[in-house]
């Protein structure tokens, strides 16, 4: 008679090298923190060098993720990768998208198997599902739309399908789609709000009345390590999406105005329907789709879209299935974004 199997001893995070790519990125480095926090050896992956982690411990690896061997190496010897790294933005051409976005998820993908990673974290985004419409509770039965309404959009859900699909035994993935995410030292939504709003070019689209998620960043990123584990513990998350955010949608423009106050600028009051906004958004449009200029519009369709619509989700899959649940609350986090700004001289 055989011995009996016994299960794996279970490695413990001090056991384990985590590879993040896009490290020295707002959400990478929330992530790269939490994760030395827990004990991690963490490992970033990037094309630019970021001291500030490196000083810490990290060890940092120099690439393109549309590079294959680059990628390769960087997830040489680890035992799960958290795939971060991804162009967001919501103007640029297509191709540009399309090489980080997609190729370099298929990268990740194949290195990981390669490399007998065990685990994949995908960063995705809850945009996959927008359709120019109101979103109210929407959960993961939400279909991608038919037409895609930005290039990250159509880049980020074809991502996020190669990354579910390569769900396996021997490769167990997550997609996260975190809505908005905002907090100090924040490179993407709060800048480009107070600069819009510090050149008079920001006004209210709409009613004003549209609710939104958002996500504080910290627990944007607690959500990645809450993932991490149930990819051991909960093997049914394995191959599956999750919406993320706060769990407390705000009215979009009434979060915008808190931030501005926090900013020490004026509340914006001005309005625009949402009809003569896309027509205004259109026309910008129009010299950057004919011409090589580069930059963007001041306004395209799909911000017109996003900031007159309701888009909020049910995350009660994310709390029961990953153990997820917000550490910091909307009111919590404005407390510290003003302390942050009022620190950092932004305001």
């Not at 001291?51 to 120099?62: D, F, H, L, T």
């Amino acid at each position: 008679m055989g011995r009996a199997k016994t299960a794996p001893e279970k490695k413990t995070p001090k056991d384990q090298l985590a590879l993040v790519t896009g490290g020295g990125g707002f959400l990478g480095k929330s992530v790269v923190t939490q994760l030395l926090e827990a004990g991690y050896r963490v490992r970033s992956f990037s094309r630019s060098d970021h001291p500030q982690i490196r000083k810490r411990g990290v060890e940092m690896v120099r690439g393109d993720l549309a590079d294959p061997k680059a990628v390769e190496k960087a997830c040489h010897g680890c035992d799960i990768v958290f795939h971060i790294a991804a162009k967001a933005d919501v103007w640029g051409r297509y191709q540009d998208f399309y090489s980080t976005n997609v190729t370099g998820t298929e990268n990740i993908i194949a290195a990981c198997k390669k490399n007998k990673v065990g685990r994949l974290v995908y960063t995705s985004s809850a945009s996959v599902v927008f359709d120019a419409g109101d979103i109210e509770g929407g959960n993961e039965s939400l279909h991608y739309p038919q037409t895609p309404r930005s290039n990250y959009c159509a880049t980020k859900a074809e991502a996020e399908r190669m990354v579910l699909k390569a769900n396996s035994k021997t490769l167990r993935t997550v997609s996260l789609r975190p809505h908005l995410i905002w907090g100090p030292a924040d490179t993407q939504i709060i800048p480009r709000i107070i600069e819009r709003a510090r050149s008079g070019s920001l006004v209210i689209i709409g009613e004003g009345k549209n609710k939104v998620d958002i996500t504080y960043i910290d627990n944007a990123a607690r959500a990645h390590l809450d993932a991490a584990e149930a990819l051991v513990n909960n093997p049914k998350c394995s191959g599956r999406a999750y919406f993320i955010s706060n769990g407390e949608p705000v009215n979009a423009w009434d979060f915008i105005n808190r931030i501005l106050k926090s900013a020490g600028i004026p509340q914006v009051t001005k309005r625009i329907p949402q009809l003569p906004a896309m027509l205004i958004a259109f026309i910008n449009e129009i010299p950057y789709l004919i011409l090589p200029l580069k930059g963007q519009p001041r306004l395209n369709r799909f911000l017109v879209e996003e900031l007159s619509t309701s888009h909020w989700f049910d995350i009660s899959g994310a709390k029961k299935e990953l153990g997820y649940e917000p550490r910091v609350t909307t009111e919590e986090g404005l407390n510290l974004l003003k302390v942050w700004m009022k620190k950092s001289g932004n305001k």
